[in-house]
């Protein structure tokens, strides 16, 4: 079992920039492959970026790549997502993920449209004002 506890979301203008944090329970932290994900009002939920376990490998949806920085500290249990140049199109409810698969195959969903993902957290509201 692995719980997801989000932080760092909150108001930001365009432009600016935050830093979402991720604390994962548990002791297996290292072994899994860790996501970020966000759903915008109205709209179905969508893949930010994805980990490898080693940090090694990452994965950006084209909307949001040369402005995001997913990283992870296992020492920690900890994962980050640096969001810079912010745009109110990147407001959103921002959720981190956790599965025992691959980075590429994370970001991927499934015929139904959702993501099959062993673990998630609750989210953290990020508002961009324009």
């Known amino acids: 079992q692995v719980q997801l506890i989000e932080s760092g979301g909150g108001l930001v203008q365009a432009g600016g920039s935050l830093r979402l944090s991720c604390a994962a329970s548990?002791?297996?932290?290292?072994?899994?492959?860790m996501g970020w994900f966000r759903q915008a009002p109205g709209k179905e939920r969508e893949f930010v970026a994805t980990?490898?376990?080693?940090?090694?490998?990452?994965y950006y949806t084209d909307s949001v790549k040369g402005r995001f920085t997913i990283s992870r500290d296992n020492a920690k249990n900890t994962v980050y997502l640096q969001m810079n140049s912010l745009k109110p199109e990147d407001t959103a409810v921002y959720y981190c993920a956790a599965d025992h698969t691959t980075a590429q195959a994370m970001g991927k969903p499934s015929r139904d449209g959702d993501y099959d993902i062993d673990y998630w957290g609750k989210g953290t509201l990020v508002t961009v004002s324009s």
């Open positions: 548990g002791r297996t932290f290292s072994s899994y492959v």
């Open positions: 980990i490898s376990w080693n940090g090694g490998i990452t």
